[in-house]
């Protein structure tokens, strides 16, 4: 028989749970839900936009019933639990039925706080909670005029907002001298009150509220200065409380939540608990973002896989009222020794205050434009140091999107026709509709149903933009440690870390040491792994072809229609008539369709078929020509200028440094494409300095520039450092290389790389530690043995002839 | 309908690989899984027609190398949240040799 797990709750921190329990084993329990209101689950955060009339209930439900039926679970609603017998481990319900369970999920949510003065029992005063909350706001409004709402916090402005939409005269009474304390400061919180009261709602600040007034139905409002309003409806929004009556009843451990551990565990080992009814370390969530990563692992210690941990959660706001943009996120109250930066534009309407210590964002606040309001969190979140952005911060992040679209990437602002992804064609339209109808809460949900940021990721910050105002606080912010893929909970540091320190040197070890949860890993992890183990261990691990992605398996490049393109390398971008010759014959022989010259100075030849490969390669390796590996992760080309061979300028030998570099380094498989470039003098007519690895001569030796890149995000290099001789530039180019190679997430540029390690890391380890560089050095050249054997060659005698040659029949 | 062709020995097409099998009317793409299970499904992904042939094998789904859809060998259903789905043949592994049924 199988185990019985029984959640209580059927809102989405629970559900949320299932569902990530379902992707782990569909059958290791039969599960029952109870959930008290008479609804399946829905998104409790879109409730604001429901009262405002921008969505309606049915938009927001996110699982229907269909979905309990489809997974086998049954779903009870309706019939609350009255008690847990946890020594018989037996639930009753409020009519009396009876229920046994092997293990329990408490997900019981929070109640609405109110404030317990004189008349608060009055017919007319609501919490904001759920559906029927906003039923009775809806009926209010209809029928009566006056409606005051207690609480100028994120949810009571969201209430005020909407009752206001509905026709009715709102005054909004808040205890404090300023809204949003706990999100916001004094100038942001005084331009959304000017903002709210431009739309039309009304304020009392610093007013206590004393007492309900009214007979069976509320009247008024009468606060401690004995001043008095007239209300028909009451809102209470000052608060939320852990509901945990049920848990504490039954002798669960709590305080001002259900206590959990790290692994959402109760002190009762059969008892979990998520959402907002836990306490975890001390803290009560009252947003929805933490209750995803809570899921994730309350799922996997019930699918008894017992890896993973809980260790909180950094929040972040944004209010949903259309028409206004407000993100705040961390704790922007300045202590001693924190470093304030404000950009204020009162024109404009623009506020922007980041609080920083030791060179870390503490805290954001954002008013007017907030598009960068997720990548200040990234930051946060990350503990990315700043120092070297920091006078620039304030402007935002300007690779948002592609380059040159300016204001255009102000997220609010744009049309539901306005493009996004431009790989493609995604509009913020059909994101939002993507994100509303099938109710997605994470980027990688996203890119999974709408194909946006998912191909070169130049507009993830766009997409995370409209996420993040879409669905407000709901957004599942990308923990900052982000596993390899759905295979494993562990990130590319621990995998390079544990292949490394435990000798993992072949696939299978990898996978079954670190837990892997497929057999066979999938199409993101397997290449990754490859590639580790052959950067870690190039003597003995044995490359596995069927984990390289098909243009590294068939070395050549696949195109749209199947067929292939194939690019001989010319070191140093130098040729010969006789070279060119042969490329032309081949070209011939082969009724090659097209030719161009590449940007990386070398000859593509497009159109190739498959079978046409082995031999086209057998014509080019006789004529003297290796794989210029344009198709792989790998060293691609060395680009030269004439130099002072012939240049007047030139200052050096660029061209014949550039061939002694593609000598030492072609042929070596890297975490991403790789380009070098020797220019010959300052004027740097090769580019070099927007190259993973770049050099400049000068009249003096060579400068030394890493980390550019000229793709979809340019990035200049940053100085290496300055060297006199070839010699030297051989030794720092190989021990650079390596680093890089040894530690860089498979799939990350060098200038990625180099950003999120910070110059002066690479520095240490290959400029200023000459032992270090050295031994660097050493271990590029070992693996240089086994990669420099052309895969070309190889193919055209023979190996992996399977590769390329179909199976014809004659179909009966 | 069953009618068998031999079309080559298991050990021809690599563990997690494929082989195409050329026909008079289109390419049918065989694939072989780490247990040895052998399918058989149209060398066409049913978003841009890119070959599955040379995509990556795991499980029992290969992922399209043009733009990563991934299929399932045995439906030819796309997984995930992607929406189409492709033809599949009957195989069967008879004295390590591999037959298909068109």
């Known amino acids: 028989m199988k185990e019985r797990l029984v959640l209580i709750g059927n809102g989405m921190a629970g559900i949320r749970t299932l569902e990530e329990l379902l992707k782990l084993d569909t059958e290791q329990y039969d599960i029952t839900v109870f959930g008290a209101e008479p609804h399946p689950n829905y998104n409790r955060i879109m409730l604001s936009p429901v009262l405002a009339g921008e969505k309606t209930i049915d938009d927001i439900i996110l699982n229907e019933r269909d979905w309990y039926s489809e997974n086998g679970i049954t779903l009870k609603t309706g019939d609350a639990v009255s008690d847990i017998d946890r020594v018989s481990r037996k639930l009753t319900t409020e009519s009396g039925e009876e229920f046994v369970y092997d293990r329990l999920l408490l997900a019981t949510g929070s109640n609405p706080f109110i404030i317990p003065v004189p008349g608060h029992d009055k017919e007319g005063v609501i919490g904001f909670r759920d559906i029927a909350d906003v039923d009775t706001m809806l009926a209010a409004s209809k029928q009566y005029k006056k409606a005051v709402v207690i609480g100028g916090g994120l949810l009571g402005l969201e209430a005020a907002n909407g009752l206001m939409l509905n026709g009715m005269d709102v005054t909004v009474v808040h205890l404090m001298d300023k809204l949003m304390e706990r999100q916001l400061d004094m100038p942001a919180a005084n331009l959304l009150k000017a903002s709210l009261e431009e739309k039309g709602l009304k304020f009392m600040m610093e007013a206590s509220t004393a007492e309900i007034t009214g007979g069976d139905r509320v009247q008024g409002v009468k606060f401690t200065d004995g001043s008095e309003i007239d209300a028909d409806l009451v809102v209470m929004a000052v608060g939320i409380r852990p509901n945990m009556a049920l848990a504490q009843d039954a002798g669960i451990h709590c305080e001002r939540g259900i206590v959990v551990n790290d692994t959402m565990q109760t002190f009762d080992p059969r008892v979990y608990a998520v959402g907002e009814c836990v306490q975890h370390r001390n803290i009560c969530y009252g947003l929805v973002a933490p209750l995803f990563e809570q899921a994730k692992v309350a799922a996997n210690h019930l699918a008894n896989m017992g890896i993973a941990r809980y260790e909180g959660s950094l929040t972040s706001t944004k209010l949903k009222v259309t028409g206004i943009d407000l993100f705040s996120a961390g704790d922007f109250d300045e202590a001693e020794g924190d470093e304030t930066l404000v950009l204020q534009d009162p024109a404009a309407g623009v506020y922007k205050k980041l609080v920083i210590r030791d060179n870390k964002i503490k805290g954001a606040v954002m008013y007017g434009d907030t598009m960068d309001g997720t990548w200040y969190f990234q930051l946060l979140r990350e503990g990315t140091d700043i120092s070297a952005f920091r006078s620039t911060i304030l402007f935002g992040q300007h690779d948002l999107g592609d380059a040159g679209h300016g204001d255009e990437t102000r997220v609010a602002a744009l049309s539901n026709d306005a493009e996004i992804c431009g790989c493609n064609g995604v509009c913020k339209g059909d994101i939002v509709d993507a994100i509303v109808k099938k109710g997605l809460f994470t980027l990688d949900d996203v890119r999974a149903h709408t194909k946006a940021s998912s191909s070169c990721g130049s507009c993830t910050g766009l997409v995370e933009s409209i996420l993040a105002s879409t669905v407000g606080e709901g957004y599942d912010a990308a923990p900052s440690k982000k596993a390899i893929c759905g295979c494993t909970e562990h990130s590319h540091d621990e995998v390079i870390g544990s292949i490394k320190e435990y000798k993992l040197k072949d696939m299978q070890s990898v996978r079954s040491f670190l837990k892997w949860k497929n057999e066979d890993g999938c199409a993101t992890c397997r290449p990754a792994l490859n590639y580790y183990l052959l950067a870690r261990w190039p003597e003995e691990y044995k490359d596995d072809a069927q984990s390289r992605f098909i243009n590294e398996r068939a070395h050549g490049n696949i195109q749209k229609d199947g067929t292939y393109s194939v690019v001989p390398r010319m070191f140093g971008g130098l040729c010969t008539p006789s070279d060119l010759r042969a490329i032309a014959d081949v070209c011939d022989k082969y009724e090659v369709p097209e030719m161009k010259v590449t940007g990386g100075q070398r000859i593509d030849m497009f159109g190739i078929k498959k079978e046409d490969l082995p031999p086209m390669w057998k014509d080019l390796s006789d004529a003297g020509f290796v794989s210029g590996h344009a198709y792989g992760k790998a060293m691609r080309t060395v680009k030269t200028c004439a130099g002072k061979t012939w240049c007047r300028f030139g200052t050096q030998n660029s061209t014949g440094l550039g061939v002694k570099l593609e000598d030492l380094t072609w042929g070596s498989w890297m975490p991403h494409k790789f380009k070098l470039a020797v220019s010959g003098c300052p004027r740097n007519c090769s580019e070099a300095t927007i190259k993973d690895f770049g050099v400049v001569c000068v009249d003096s030796g060579y400068e030394l520039h890493i980390g550019g890149n000229g793709g979809i995000k340019v990035r200049v290099t940053d100085l290496l450092c300055k060297v006199e001789t070839e010699e030297e530039v051989l030794e720092y180019c190989g021990a650079f290389t390596q680093k890089y190679r040894e530690e860089a997430h498979y799939l990350e540029r060098t200038a990625p790389w180099v950003e999120r390690m910070g110059l002066d890391y690479v520095k240490k380890a290959v400029v200023e530690d000459a032992d270090n560089r050295k031994a660097l050095y050493e271990r590029f050249l070992v693996g240089q043995k086994v990669a420099q054997i052309d895969p070309w060659k190889a193919r055209a005698e023979g190996e992996a002839s399977h590769e390329f040659n179909k199976i014809e029949i004659t179909a009966a | ?102």
Do not use: Y
């Open chain 2, 1 to 102: 309908m069953s009618n068998w062709i031999e079309i080559a020995l298991l050990e021809d097409i690599p563990k997690l690989g494929s082989r195409v099998i050329k026909t008079d009317s289109m390419e049918v793409a065989v694939f072989r899984t780490t247990n040895d299970e052998v399918f058989a499904i149209k060398d066409e992904c049913p978003h841009k027609k890119g070959p599955l042939s040379q995509g990556i094998v795991h499980g029992t789904s290969v992922t399209c190398p043009l733009h990563n859809w991934k299929i399932d060998l045995a439906s030819g259903e796309a997984l995930g949240a992607d929406e189409g789905c492709t033809n599949t043949f009957s195989t069967k592994i008879e004295g390590g040799k591999v037959f298909l049924s068109l």
